[in-house]
């Protein structure tokens, strides 16, 4: 059992860090995947209702006994009076869980943060999914149901997908930590948390993912 144990938690080891413009792009192909499935409506209807989304292109699920995942991210924080983004904050998602299925499995994850505080949590530095913030996994269907409030309920969303299809995926006790080596390469110094998020994307790949998201919010009909 020890053994296990410490292969699930040299996964991340054995992973190569992706570059901080990679996963820029990568995000814009997980999120095209996601808007492509005819069961997105409701994910388009709870981005235009949010202050922040991140986004994880590949988070690498291991089960072997006892499962863990691993995934480098980022986030994104929007202002919604004026329907400005700022950062990315890159980040990284760790995880273990018992009762895993064998095998690996490749995922792509998107958190809805649906407010402020959400956003701060994620970028603290280190935060426990499902202990010091609450998240749900989004509602699916074309629409959002019309008497239901979700921004209530949770302060973040997720949604997984994989292969065109939503993927079943929890994420309680997941850790995410700021990616300090991501932020030092993308920015060219290591800044603050707060420094980041007010700045607004300047890369291309970051500009063309940010014109996506803007498309899905302003071009979508609301239901």
């Known amino acids: 059992m020890k053994k296990v144990v410490v292969l699930i938690l040299c996964v991340p080891f054995l992973i190569f860090a992706v570059p901080a413009n990679e996963r820029l792009s990568s995000a814009l192909?997980?999120?095209?995947?996601?808007?492509?499935?005819?069961?997105?409506?409701?994910?388009?209807?709870?981005?235009?209702?949010?202050?922040?989304?991140?986004?994880?292109?590949?988070?690498?699920?291991?089960?072997?006994?006892?499962?863990?995942?691993?995934?480098?991210?980022?986030l994104l924080k929007r202002d919604v009076p004026s329907g400005k983004w700022y950062?990315?904050?890159?980040?990284?998602?760790?995880?273990?869980?018992?009762?895993?299925?064998?095998?690996?499995?490749?995922?792509?994850?998107?958190?809805?943060?649906?407010?402020?505080?959400?956003?701060?949590?994620?970028?603290?530095?280190?935060?426990?999914?499902?202990?010091?913030?609450?998240?749900?996994?989004?509602?699916?269907?074309?629409?959002?149901?019309?008497?239901?409030?979700?921004?209530?309920?949770?302060?973040?969303?997720?949604?997984?997908?994989?292969?065109?299809?939503?993927?079943?995926?929890?994420l309680q006790g997941s850790i995410v930590q700021v990616d300090n080596d991501a932020n030092r390469e993308y920015y060219g110094s290591l800044l603050t948390s707060d420094e980041m998020l007010k700045r607004q994307p300047h890369t291309k790949e970051a500009v063309e993912l940010i014109e996506y998201l803007n498309g899905m919010i302003y071009l979508q009909p609301s239901q």
């Open 87 to 170: 950062g990315p904050v890159f980040l990284k998602l760790t995880g273990l869980s018992l009762g895993a299925q064998l095998g690996i499995q490749n995922v792509g994850l998107v958190l809805v943060l649906m407010n402020e505080q959400a956003v701060k949590n994620l970028v603290s530095g280190n935060v426990t999914l499902g202990g010091n913030v609450s998240v749900a996994a989004g509602p699916m269907g074309r629409s959002l149901s019309a008497e239901t409030d979700y921004k209530l309920q949770s302060s973040i969303y997720s949604y997984s997908v994989s292969k065109g299809f939503f993927a079943g995926l929890s």
């Open 29 to 74: 192909s997980i999120l095209k995947e996601l808007s492509s499935i005819p069961d997105s409506g409701a994910f388009a209807e709870l981005l235009r209702q949010s202050e922040g989304v991140a986004i994880f292109p590949s988070l690498i699920k291991v089960g072997l006994v006892i499962g863990g995942q691993y995934g480098e991210g980022f």
